[in-house]
């Protein structure tokens, strides 16, 4: 009778092949199992987190590319191989990679946010402006970390990518974030960034990443031939993220406007001084008048909201009355002293009795000591439907505000709506010299008149 072998294995133990026996192997003890089922639930765990954020970055990405359908494929590629979440620890999932979300990362001592990862929608928007491509070498002004990492997949293992702040905190932060997502390869530079980076110049490319009243020289003088700078600027009510390139005879074309927020810079190009908030109702309803402004009484705008407005109709008629303004409200910004900006909660808005056809929670405006001036739909039409434009008028020099607001609104329908504006907007660096409105000298553009603002050595000049 023939005997049957015993069939031999492998069998894996703690990382040892062994024989298979007939004898049970030694137990591993209690502790070692525990550790054992620990490595593999912290493993799995750590895989789960993994697929959760790469799903939410994949619809971030998506939402993104649907609401820019003409961002370029390199920069939607960057959006989603870099993990935001990463450069804002604690923030959940959901908050990290939301298009809209601004994730605060310092307050100073008053409590004003001095550092933050901005809205990866207004990072798309400026990473297409800025048209980076391989090789190319890249200043980045202020570093919350993710916009260097995205700079660096832009620019790829040949080019190079600087990332400057005034503040220490902020850059060891992101030191630390760059090495922790495997983009230790940029350069973290502590300093006034209004001075740029001269042992690294030249740049093709600078990137601004915070507010700016004014623009440096010194982003212009390290600049390679051909290149560029994308910086939030300040424009009276609002910031614009604008594209400013060199021209003749060292003034910088201006280009591409797009409506943004972000924390002030801080150093020597910071503002002296900060914009005048006013609450003009108990619900929250902000009106900010930005530096330079001819001023307003917080008391005297409160007692002209209360009382409500009278309607002055423009005799412009929209199709919907959410259609984009972007390029009548830049107009109206550059060309009235008065302007300034309205906030308004969701609520507000929706209730339309304090401002009767706002149909956005944000506005630009036009206000004056107890005066305040408000473009807004007709009063009934709902969202997406045909309107008119009308501009609401507060307290005693209110209609005066609002004729102002008209006139422009019927000079931007005459020339067609024109998006983006037309007309010859630019930076130089020069003498002083009074800003405001030049009417006597004639202009091409929409009112025929030329507008300087000043703003230290920089002059910020718009034919409109």
């Not at 090789?135 to 080019?159: I, K, N």
């Amino acid at each position: 009778m023939t005997k049957r072998k015993k069939k031999r294995g492998l069998a894996r133990l703690d990382g040892v092949e062994t024989g298979c026996s007939a004898e049970p192997p030694p137990p591993l003890g209690r502790q070692r199992t525990l550790s054992v089922v620990s490595a593999t639930v912290s493993e799995m765990s750590g895989l789960v987190d993994a697929l959760a954020a790469a799903g939410c970055r994949a619809r971030m990405v998506e939402r993104i590319r649907r609401l820019h359908p003409g961002l370029p494929g390199p920069v939607i590629a960057a959006l989603g191989r870099v993990p935001r979440h990463q450069f804002a620890p604690g923030s959940p999932l959901e908050v990290a990679y939301n298009p809209f979300e601004v994730v605060q990362l310092l307050r100073d001592e008053t409590g004003a946010t001095v550092s933050s990862v901005s809205a990866p929608s207004i990072q798309a928007i400026m990473l297409d402006q800025l048209d980076v491509r391989p090789g190319m070498r890249v200043l980045e002004v202020g570093s919350g970390g993710y916009d260097a990492a995205l700079l660096s997949e832009l620019v790829g293992p040949t080019g190079l990518v600087v990332t400057m702040d005034i503040d220490r905190r902020v850059t060891d932060r992101a030191r630390t974030c760059l090495a922790a997502t495997g983009y230790d390869q940029v350069i973290v530079l502590d300093g006034d960034a209004a001075h740029g980076a001269p042992d690294h110049a030249p740049f093709d490319r600078v990137l601004v990443t915070v507010g700016v009243y004014e623009v440096a020289g010194a982003w212009a003088d390290q600049l390679t031939v051909g290149g560029r700078i994308v910086a939030p600027l300040e424009l009276r009510a609002v910031t614009r993220s604008v594209v400013l390139t060199p021209g003749d005879g060292g003034v910088l074309q201006v280009s591409d406007p797009q409506t943004c927020g972000f924390v002030p810079m801080r150093g020597v190009l910071g503002a002296s001084g900060a914009p005048v908030r006013v609450e003009v109702d108990d619900e929250g309803s902000l009106v900010s008048a930005p530096l330079g402004h001819p001023g307003v009484d917080p008391d005297g705008l409160r007692a002209a909201v209360d009382a409500g407005p009278q309607i002055v109709d423009t005799g412009v008629h929209l199709e919907r009355i959410d259609e984009t303004l972007e390029s009548l409200d830049l107009l109206m910004d550059l060309a009235l002293p008065e302007s300034a900006f309205l906030g308004v909660t969701p609520q507000v808005r929706d209730a339309g009795e304090m401002f009767p056809g706002l149909w956005t929670a944000y506005r630009s405006v036009t206000a004056v000591g107890g005066s305040l001036a408000v473009l807004a739909g007709d009063g009934q039409a709902p969202v997406g439907q045909p309107c008119d434009l009308v501009v609401l008028a507060y307290g005693p020099h209110g209609s005066d505000l609002a004729r102002d607001q008209a006139e422009i609104v019927q000079a931007w329908d005459a020339a067609g709506r024109p998006h983006p504006l037309p007309g010859d907007l630019r930076v130089r660096w020069g003498p002083e010299a009074p800003s405001g409105s030049v009417p006597d000298e004639p202009r091409p553009g929409l009112l025929g008149r030329s507008t300087v603002l000043v703003r230290g050595a920089t002059r910020l000049e718009a034919d409109l």
